[in-house]
């Protein structure tokens, strides 16, 4: 077997508090703030008073979209010498990716749960996402692990510390959210019995933000959120989005409040060392006129690891694809190999053959069942279930052998067999470019029928996916009901 067949996946370098902390929420406002003091110029003199990180990050061309890893770090490194005595080390429980889109004027939010399992970038071992950040060089071990794992290029990265998110969030006054009962979260220190909008200063901010054992008063009895971490994640991106509307309102109505955002934000945020003036500056251009309420928020779908009894979550990678092909720039309905099942036969006398394709498909991402053989074949084929030649055209894409697509009705949702023909050659690492006639458009051929590889498919753009759920989750607080709003 060639190792042409190989994907070239090249290898990139890689960097007690009692209560974990969670910061991430309030690093959106340092872009936003950073943004807007760049209108008046006064980011050019702060600019160099910002700590930087030395990354290997993916570079986008000037005016394209770009991702934005946003990272709150319990590092107590700026702290007085009594706080950081009884700290050592840093840790983040909660992991986001903001993209914003200028041509679209698009910023979207993508938060991944602590507990989620991955493979950490370089090591090959599967662990919780955020012990990616915790060890040596952890900026670059959790950027490459997000790239490796997702798909998702990093051009970016944003850090904000322990100390910033009370001051920010005091700095702007702080931050109105809706209670719709009382609520309380001994671990976190969250107590509010008071109902409706409620003003929240930094250090209750931070209880709200931190809160994973979360509880609400109904009918005289505390009841206790059973989704943790994960109804966590959604009311932080709550609080991003009521904290950004008023940052936003206070930048656009007084410019003189930025140089006061922008001083507790130097003091308290990292950026990476490719990010220059100008970038913060067409990034001012981009939040000039842009409204909070425009945020598309994305929480991952995930499910219980098996493995641990539900201690930890893995991906849901069949209904997770369309939120993070958001990130990835792609139509949210695009397929991406993670949703696909494959099945490699062998149609040579070539020993091995199918197993080392297998093992070639399955570093691209795609989900292997084990490799048989068959009787021999001239051509390649790929077989594909009933309407769903798209994951046919999917493997096909990978190939660069021209396999014709059919129609399997033995096969069910998502799976593909591959049989390699004497005509095969080798697996590639990026898909041929998406093919685009109207015939395999429909999405299926009938019984029988054949399309080759090469014929293509007419594709228009999807609407952004839908992250509203049919039965509502009393534990997701913070966002005023229809009709109502908070200052």
Not at 99 to 127: M, N
Not at 384 to 390: L, R
Request: aromatic fraction near 6%; hydrophobic fraction near 40%; include cysteine.
């Amino acid at each position: 077997m060639s190792d042409d067949l190989d994907p070239l996946l090249r290898p990139r370098p890689r960097r007690s508090w009692r209560q974990r902390v969670v910061l991430t929420v309030l690093s959106s406002i340092v872009i936003v703030c950073l943004a807007g003091a760049s209108v008046g110029g006064y980011v050019l003199v702060k600019y160099n008073s910002i700590d930087r990180v030395g990354l290997d990050l993916d570079a986008a061309a000037k005016g394209e979209p770009e991702n934005f890893l946003i990272v709150g770090s319990d590092s107590r490194e700026k702290a007085s010498a009594g706080e950081a005595a009884s700290v050592s080390g840093k840790r983040s429980d909660t992991i986001m990716v903001l993209r914003v889109d200028p041509a679209s004027e698009r910023v979207a939010l993508l938060s991944f749960p602590r507990d989620l399992i991955v493979t950490i970038a370089d090591t090959g071992e599967r662990a919780r996402i955020n012990s990616a950040y915790g060890g040596e060089n952890g900026e670059q071990v959790l950027s490459d692990t997000l790239r490796q794992n997702y798909g998702i290029s990093i051009n970016h990265y944003v850090e904000i510390d322990f100390q910033g998110f009370e001051q920010l969030v005091d700095a702007i006054g702080g931050v109105s959210v809706w209670f719709p009962a009382a609520v309380r979260d001994v671990a976190s220190g969250l107590y509010n019995e008071q109902l409706g909008c409620v003003k929240l200063d930094g250090h209750a901010a931070l209880g709200f933000a931190r809160s994973r054992k979360l509880e609400i008063l109904v009918d005289g009895e505390w009841e206790n959120d059973p989704r943790s971490d994960l109804s966590r994640v959604e009311r932080q991106q709550v609080f991003v989005r009521q904290a950004l509307t008023k940052a936003l309102s206070q930048v656009k109505s007084n410019p003189l409040r930025v140089t006061d955002l922008v001083n507790v934000g130097v003091d308290n945020v990292s950026l990476d060392e490719q990010m220059s003036i100008g970038d913060i500056i067409d990034l001012g251009n981009t939040f000039r006129d842009f409204s909070a309420e425009n945020l598309e928020s994305y929480p991952l779908p995930v499910l219980d690891n098996p493995v641990d009894g539900g201690n930890t979550v893995v991906i849901d990678e069949k209904k997770a694809q369309p939120a993070l092909n958001v990130f990835r720039g792609l139509p949210p309905g695009e397929l991406s190999p993670m949703q696909a099942t494959v099945q490699v036969l062998n149609g040579t006398d070539k020993q091995g053959f199918a197993r080392d394709i297998s093992g070639a498909l399955q570093k691209i991402g795609f989900d292997m069942r084990e490799p048989a053989t068959t009787g021999a074949s001239a051509n390649s084929v790929v077989q594909h279930a009933p309407g769903q030649a798209d994951y046919g055209r999917l493997v096909a894409r990978y190939v660069t052998a021209p396999a014709t697509l059919v129609e399997n009705p033995e096969l069910g949702d998502g799976e593909v067999v591959l049989v390699a023909g004497a005509d095969f050659t080798t697996v590639h690492e990026q898909p041929a470019p998406e093919p685009t006639t109207a015939t395999a458009a429909a999405g299926g051929q009938g019984a029988g029928t054949t399309t080759t590889a090469g014929e293509s498919t007419t594709s228009t753009a999807a609407a952004p996916p839908t992250t509203t759920t049919t039965e509502p989750n009393p534990y997701i607080i913070g966002e005023p009901p229809a009709g109502k709003s908070c200052d």
